[in-house]
């Protein structure tokens, strides 16, 4: 990892793990390599991206997105795997489901955050299996093709003038790539005590 500093670039660490989370606030999937674009990063291999879905919540017209620290706590033990059938959710407890998205999914504007986003429908299954798990009617959507589906947030294009719309994230909250350093989750996990977090966490 390289920090410009000036008119040179120097070595600021070294990148020791790589995670894709194809469902916002679902579980990880720990990866050896992605290659990195405008959207975030992809598996080379699989295709699969970074927060490509999302749950919302909400019937006709402007619905609401969902995460794991708005209350929706047990969407952190959700996985998604992209499977030869298509994608499947699996969780504790629940039979799996397998599903593809819908291509002709209803579109649906999300609001999110201070902004508003657009992702297109997955369909009944999925949705069913979400709400029995979470126990909150909710849907999933998904993030169609690599082109912009929103703007970038306004308080963080006044923090960082070169966040322009061509550099937006799929379903992440404000950048296509997310960074922390093993020091501060060491320095994190001296305060918890005798539940230390992982960084899969």
């Not at 405008?38 to 699989?46: Q, V």
Request: aromatic content about 8%.
């Amino acid at each position: 990892m390289w920090w410009k500093s000036r008119w040179q670039w120097r070595e600021v660490g070294q990148v020791s793990t790589i995670l894709l989370h194809p469902l916002k606030s679902g579980r990880g999937h720990q990866v050896d390599s992605v290659h990195c674009g405008a959207r975030g990063p992809r598996h080379p291999e699989s295709g699969m991206m970074d927060r490509r879905f999302m749950v919302v919540t909400g019937g006709e017209g402007v619905v609401e997105y969902c995460t794991a620290r708005d209350g929706l706590r047990r969407l952190v033990l959700v996985t998604m795997d992209l499977v030869e059938e298509g994608w499947r959710l699996q969780a504790p407890d629940m039979e799996p489901c397998t599903f593809q998205p819908a291509s002709d999914g209803a579109e649906k504007t999300v609001r999110f955050l201070d902004i508003q986003v657009t992702g297109q429908d997955c369909g009944a299954s999925p949705a069913a299996w979400l709400s029995a798990f979470l126990g909150k009617a909710v849907r999933l959507v998904v993030h169609e093709g690599e082109e912009p589906r929103r703007a970038a947030r306004p308080k963080y294009r006044k923090l960082y003038p070169v966040l322009g719309d061509d550099c937006v994230p799929m379903f992440a909250d404000v950048t296509p790539f997310l960074v922390t350093s093993a020091p501060s989750l060491r320095h994190l996990n001296t305060r918890l005590g005798e539940t230390p977090m992982q960084a899969t966490n």
